[in-house]
Each structure stands twice: as C-alpha cells, then as structure tokens.
C-alpha cells in the first residue's frame, strides 16, 4: 500500500465498477434500488461516488448466485452482516435449500460453480 494515507478509501464512479466487475449501469443501480448495494454517496456533481469496497460486495453477490442464491436471499445474507451478525448458518441453510431443490449436493455445487471459473481465477 505504499504512497496510500493511511484511512484514506479510493472512491470509484459507476462506470469504472461496472468496468471492474462486468456488470452493467443499469444491473448496478437496480442492486441500489433493491437494497443489495448500499446508496453510494454523491458528488457536487451528482455522480454515484463508491468505495472499493464496493467491489468486494459484488465478487460476493456473483460467488452467491453461482450457488444458486436469490438477490432477496443475498440481501437477508447482507442485512444479517450489517446488523454485526454471522450470517453462516442462514447461508447454509439457504444453500441446502437449494442444493436439495435442484437434487444436488452442496459439494457438487460448488465445484461445479469452480469449474466454471477461468483457471487464472481459481483459488490454489
């Protein structure tokens, strides 16, 4: 992290999110709207003004739908986060909820949910 004031936090507008994350404008401002994302502050201009943190949010609400998870079921994962709770044993649930729906077990959807991933993405 060198040349970074410690506490200082990148801002990011929509456009170089949507860039980082393959996700569109239109997909970002309706996670927004349904409460998946939190209002970005704005600003003078009123442009949406993100944090990078931003980004890790969205790596795990594409890790939660490959799983099989509902953006309503994503944002009770989130609230559970945000009101300082661990949310682990509602996302097991929910994931065997799934698993069980679809007929496979929770291993095979992961690792069919890693497969899927580019080589260079996977974790060693």
Request: hydrophobic share 35%; glycine share 12%; proline share 2%.
């Amino acid at each position: 992290m060198k040349g970074r004031v410690k506490g200082y936090r990148e801002q990011v507008q929509i456009g170089e999110v949507s860039q980082r994350t393959g996700l569109s404008v239109k997909a970002l401002r309706y996670y927004e709207d349904i409460g998946v994302l939190a209002a970005p502050q704005r600003t003078a201009g009123g442009y949406r003004d993100y944090g990078t943190d931003v980004l890790g949010r969205l790596e795990f609400v594409r890790a939660a739908q490959a799983v099989g998870l509902t953006l309503g079921e994503i944002r009770e994962v989130i609230a559970f986060r945000e009101r300082g709770d661990v949310p682990c044993n509602h996302v097991l649930d929910l994931i065997l909820h799934h698993t069980a729906a679809s007929g496979q077990s929770a291993g095979s959807s992961v690792r069919a949910r890693r497969a899927r991933r580019p080589r260079s993405a996977r974790r060693r």
